[in-house]
């Protein structure tokens, strides 16, 4: 078992680095011990709530510790589009919840949970997804819902000929889904090339076999990408449905 | 055949106006007063409210929204294109739409890009009378039975204007279509020969 002194010594280290950044006048200092503290704090934190939520593993506490993972998700997905507009937030937790809560049950299955709420496989599986959907889905109606307003021209011109709000913002559609799964699939290109990923590296540190770890990052990474792409194809169509009216007129 | 009656449209103006079957109309009016807001709204293209709205003998709301928008096409004086492409891309562009899987062009326009020296020419490079002359040549084979023209000659030469104007004439009669002009040029109104609207006037 690890102590916390090994994480005190790893401490110990960050301080050398800050009090160095302080010799040398470059002034990261106060960011990197802030940071770093916090994120001790933030760690331990989530460390002692998931070993409650273990010790207390129920179908139930399960689900609700889900359920306010995906709320969370969903506020910071919303907080991170400049053009908000009203009902973004249910639009943001519809599409996170729709494409992750599917993914996570299957996720458990592929990764031989006894039960599905087995919360060892269930709420990790949860977090990695909720993590990297946020990031696309955020990003994602971003663009889309800047695009569509910046080139209002354009989406009128198709409407005006006779297209709906579909073939009128095809182009910006899947711009704006390519620009968020981009970092998904520039991720998946040079794994395991570059460097070992994440959670490879965790359970290798964590004693399994290098093939048992590869496979579990195989299983997560396509996840992860299903994620990523079906929370943002669902919330960029429930993004359009407010951009437009039934009549197909713009309501920007 | 269309008709408006108290629309309001964005700037919070008020307005009545009808259009009859094969009918030529001009409206003049001020800059800013309205006048593209109007055509817009006529196209059903921005949200607005209304008293009646009506095309032929349906209510708007009972019309489908792209088979409406196909038949009353608004044309924009500064006419949307893409960087990509040449003119024919443009010319044919709408024909992916759903909507025109049903409607062959029966007007052809190649022998006017040939005849302007247009045809394979890079959009990019257009002028803006080139622009605009692309666009209406559009506007023409789009088999629409209502075209709300803005401004469709104002970027052109007086030799070029002609040649607009007797090709709007000419697809007036023979697809018994109804146009609506909008024009700043006093000696086009006179050359139209049809019903003069001031905007101003038809305001409630």
């Not at chain 1, 331990?44 to 179908?59: E, K, P, R, T, V």
């Amino acid at each position: 078992m690890m102590s916390f002194i090994n994480v005190g010594i790893a401490f110990a280290l960050l301080l050398g680095c800050a009090f160095l950044s302080y010799l040398q006048n470059q002034k990261l200092e106060k960011d990197m011990l802030l940071a770093s503290v916090r994120a001790l704090f933030q760690l331990a934190l989530l460390g002692h709530i998931l070993a409650w939520i273990f010790l207390h593993a129920s179908a139930y506490l399960c689900l609700s510790a889900a359920l306010i993972m995906t709320v969370n998700s969903a506020i910071h997905s919303t907080s991170r589009v400049k053009a908000k507009y009203p009902g973004l937030f249910l639009d943001n937790l519809l599409s996170t919840a729709v494409a992750i809560w599917p993914l996570a049950f299957i996720g458990s299955y592929l990764f031989e949970a006894k039960v599905w709420w087995q919360v060892e496989i269930f709420l990790p599986l949860v977090g990695m997804m909720l993590g990297n959907t946020l990031n696309g889905l955020s990003m994602g109606i971003d663009h889309f819902t800047h695009d569509v307003r910046e080139k209002k021209e354009e989406v009128l011109s198709w409407i005006a000929l006779g297209g709906t709000t579909q073939e009128a913002t095809a182009n910006l559609f899947r711009k704006s889904l390519k620009i968020s799964l981009t970092p998904t699939i520039n991720s998946m290109l040079s794994m395991g090339v570059v460097s070992i990923p994440g959670t490879m590296t965790g359970q290798i540190l964590g004693g399994s076999t290098p093939i048992e770890a590869a496979k579990s990052q195989m299983i997560l990474m396509l996840l992860i990408t299903c994620g990523t792409y079906l929370g943002t194809f669902t919330g960029l169509v429930l993004s359009r449905k407010k951009l437009f009216n039934t009549m197909g007129q713009p309501c920007f | 055949m269309l008709l408006v009656e108290k629309i309001k449209i964005p700037n919070s103006k008020i307005v009545s106006f009808s259009l009859k079957e094969n009918e030529l109309a001009c409206l003049i009016g001020k800059n800013g007063s309205g006048k593209s807001l109007f055509l817009k709204s006529l196209a059903n293209l921005i949200p607005n409210t209304y008293e009646k709205f009506i095309y032929q003998n349906k209510n708007i709301s009972e019309w489908n929204p792209q088979e409406f928008r196909q038949e009353v096409f608004y044309s924009s004086s500064i006419p949307f294109m893409p960087l990509d492409g040449n003119v024919e891309d443009f010319m044919t562009a709408h024909q992916k739409l759903a909507i025109y899987s049903n409607v062959t062009p029966t007007f052809d326009p190649l022998p006017y890009l040939n005849d302007w020296k247009l045809s394979g020419e890079k959009l990019i490079r257009l002028s803006s009378g080139q622009r605009q002359m692309v666009s209406l040549l559009r506007a023409l084979t789009l088999k629409s039975k209502i075209l709300l023209l803005d401004e469709p000659t104002s970027h052109l030469d007086p030799e070029k204007t002609l040649q607009i104007e007797k090709l709007i004439h000419e697809w007036r009669e023979q697809t018994q279509g109804s146009i609506l002009l909008v024009s700043h040029q006093e000696a086009q109104i006179n050359r139209m020969n049809g019903k003069v609207y001031q905007f101003e006037n038809l305001l409630n």
